[in-house]
């Protein structure tokens, strides 16, 4: 097993913070230069319901003195690089009192439970497929199986989820179209609320799973055909060492760290992907309420949930990546 | 050498009869292996030499039922101590592995696994011949001795391969090599990898493991000056064939075959510049081998008869089998002169 210093964890923690600030500071231009500004927007979107609005330019005013937005552009980066350290992410302009840091505490959960159940499903099915696509002896049927299932991986999961509904919730009604829970249901740790939550979940990690499994397989397949011509493999098979045990302790766990690479890679797409998903299923995580945020250009709340995700993401990156001394002994950590 | 001890023992441990092996190619089937025929006797050690593609580790691995698609076997027979090993079901040859023939392998630098121990990799293949050891305190003596066996310090325990040398890597597959005491090792190129000096320590260890733990031991090489010292016989291989088995003295003193005598002659020596006189490899196209005698494309002394008939392996001296008709009764005037421009150049 490798080993890591201190040194090594400082540098990656730096690391860490630096892609977090840049995105911080990213987050807080883009916003700025898209047209229009949130509380005119507001207004305009009130007077149309009322036919006009009294005061709307006190109103305006105050608003914009009350959130900060006469301030010059770099008192205010400052004010907003402050409050994101201290995870005070202001307040959502268009759900006014609640407070950024409410909304994303609300929907984070779901998305990491929707993402990582996914995560850990597709990858561990999508890795076994690929290794009893190349192995020599996996039944015939699974060869032909595999490969067909394996069709849906160039759909997107979005327009997968479609699919899934249409047939498993209007055609074949076995599955709930809508929601992450049961309707009326008060979320608590009960076993009744947590199974509702598996039922609900099970058409969007599916759609999630099924379309990206396949790239797992095929990535496993073509590291297990590379490793069948080592050295090491026909010393294994001379050694008559059973066929299982070479499966796993030869071929697949030497194939399985270039896929740790690529899932640290494509943790970013995957978040994505699931934003639509979640929108397809009105699954109350961050990508609907990054839906929403975008539609009342609740700059606020933009903010707030994408720099969620990116934290989120580059923590899950650092994880995988503190975590490779300890599946591939080659790789020490030291300070060089 | 001094450390080499003959070996005295008649009982045959491994029997190759006929055994032939190709290799398809959408061209028609290359011949690797052809009709080729020897024994092994117990405590013995056998050189396999030719040069490269003329099918000594294809006879190794055909050996160990290891020959990689789209190689196969055509016909043949292998016999080690009295079991047919290409009638083994797939079960009954997984356990017959390594019990009965064990490989020390060509590239010794990727034959371990990168992501287990030294120790792991021998623990499996005790544990899945012999079952699970529970007295681990027993199995971890029994591993320090192998180690003990091929110079290797019990430090490397719980090392990777990839924090050992070459040098200790290869030892470390001939300690694995032995672990189960097999009836046959068959050691191919085992130290062509390695510089001068840890292919001389590398072979004095195979030979001192061989003949401490009494198994009889193959040797696969090109280097006819390492492997003069540390062999019994030779079998000399040219594309496919066997055309000359021998005791190791006799075949240096006294080579037979005309390929043997000019691959002896190819050896380098330090007290003259000589230029080689065997220059190309293997000249025939290997899907269509020349009628009559393999080597006649390039043998010095090759008349209308080598093209007519194939040469039968003769029995000359004792132990000492040649392919080639010079030494067929009936053409001795023709040996007398070929040996004779032989000697006067």
């Known amino acids: 097993m490798g080993s890591f210093s201190l040194n090594y964890l400082l540098r990656r923690l730096l690391v860490f913070f630096l892609t977090i600030w840049v995105a911080a500071t990213l987050m807080f231009i883009i916003p700025r230069l898209a047209p229009g500004d949130p509380i005119s927007a507001m207004i305009a979107r009130m007077s149309q319901f009322e036919g006009f609005v009294e005061n709307a330019d006190l109103i305006i005013e105050s608003w914009r003195k009350r959130f900060g937005l006469d301030d010059p552009l770099y008192v205010q980066y400052f004010r907003y690089l402050g409050n994101t350290l201290r995870l005070d992410l202001g307040y959502s302009m268009g759900n006014f009192p609640a407070t950024v840091a409410e909304l994303v505490g609300r929907a984070l959960p779901w998305t990491i439970g929707l993402i990582g159940i996914s995560t850990f499903i597709f990858f561990t099915v999508g890795n076994l497929c690929g290794a009893l696509l190349a192995w020599y002896k996996s039944p015939k049927w699974l060869k032909v199986m595999i490969p067909i299932t394996m069709s849906f991986t160039s759909v997107p999961p979005a327009l997968l989820s479609l699919l899934l509904v249409y047939i498993f919730a209007f055609q074949i009604p076995i599955f709930p179209e809508l929601n992450a829970y049961g309707r009326g249901m008060v979320p608590a740790f009960t076993l009744e609320f947590i199974g509702s939550v598996l039922y609900h979940g099970f058409l969007p990690s599916m759609s999630i799973v099924l379309a990206t499994f396949g790239y797992w397989a095929l990535g496993m397949r073509g590291m297990l055909v590379t490793i069948e011509g080592e050295d090491y493999m026909i010393l294994a098979q001379a050694k008559g060492l059973k066929p299982f045990y070479i499966l796993y302790r030869y071929m697949i766990r030497n194939a399985i760290l270039p896929q740790m690479t690529a899932l640290t890679l494509s943790l970013g797409l995957l978040i994505n992907g699931s934003v639509l998903v979640e929108i397809m299923f009105t699954y109350n995580g961050m990508g609907s309420l990054i839906y929403a945020s975008i539609n009342t250009l609740d700059f606020g709340l933009i903010q707030g949930t994408a720099f969620i995700l990116i934290v989120s993401s580059a923590l899950a990156v650092l994880i995988i990546d503190l975590s490779y001394p300890l599946i591939d002994p080659r790789i020490s950590l030291e300070g060089r | 050498m001094s450390e080499r001890k003959t070996h005295e023992s008649d009982r045959v441990v491994l029997s190759v009869d006929n055994l032939r092996i190709h290799y398809a190619t959408p061209q028609g089937d290359v011949i690797a292996v052809s009709d080729i025929s020897f024994e092994l006797y117990e405590g013995e050690t056998l050189g396999l030499v030719g040069e490269s593609g003329c099918g000594k580790s294809t006879t190794a691995y055909g050996i160990l039922q290891l020959v990689q698609p789209p190689g196969y076997i055509v016909h043949g027979s292998i016999q080690v101590d009295c079991t047919e090993v290409l009638h083994l079901e797939e079960e009954e040859l997984r356990k017959f592995r390594w019990t009965g023939l064990s490989l020390i392998p060509q590239g010794a630098?990727?034959?371990?696994n990168p992501t287990m121990r030294v120790k792991d990799q021998i623990i499996d293949v005790i544990e899945s011949h012999e079952g699970k050891q529970n007295d681990r305190e027993a199995l971890r003596e029994r591993i320090f001795e192998l180690f003990q066996n091929v110079g290797l310090p019990?430090?490397?325990?719980?090392?990777?391969?990839?924090?050992?040398?070459?040098?200790?890597?290869?030892?470390v597959c001939i300690a694995m090599g032995v672990a189960l005491h097999p009836t046959v090792v068959i050691a191919d190129e085992a130290t062509s990898a390695l510089d001068v000096v840890v292919q001389r320590i590398v072979a004095q260890t195979l030979v001192k493991v061989k003949d401490e733990i009494g198994v009889s031991l193959i040797v696969i090489g090109h280097d006819m000056g390492l492997l003069a010292q540390i062999v019994d016989r030779i079998a000399v291989m040219y594309a496919g064939k066997m055309v000359e088995i021998a005791p190791v003295e006799n075949v240096y003193a006294n080579p037979l075959h005309p390929y043997t005598q000019l691959l002896i002659d190819s050896i380098p020596s330090i007290k003259e510049r000589k230029p080689l006189k065997i220059t190309e490899g293997i000249t025939h196209d290997p899907r269509n081998p020349p009628s009559g005698c393999i080597f006649r494309l390039?043998?010095?002394?090759?008349?209308?008869?080598?093209?007519?008939?194939?040469?039968?392996?003769?029995?000359?001296?004792?132990?000492?089998?040649?392919?080639?008709?010079l030494y067929d009764e009936q053409f001795e005037e023709r040996r007398t002169n070929a040996l004779a421009t032989l000697a006067n150049p």
Request: aromatic share 10%.
């Open chain 2, 109 to 112: 630098m990727n034959s371990l």
């Open chain 2, 154 to 171: 019990n430090r490397i325990y719980n090392m990777y391969p990839h924090e050992l040398s070459g040098g200790m890597k290869q030892r």
């Open chain 2, 298 to 325: 390039r043998c010095p002394f090759a008349w209308e008869h080598c093209a007519d008939a194939e040469p039968p392996p003769f029995n000359v001296e004792d132990k000492h089998e040649v392919a080639c008709h």
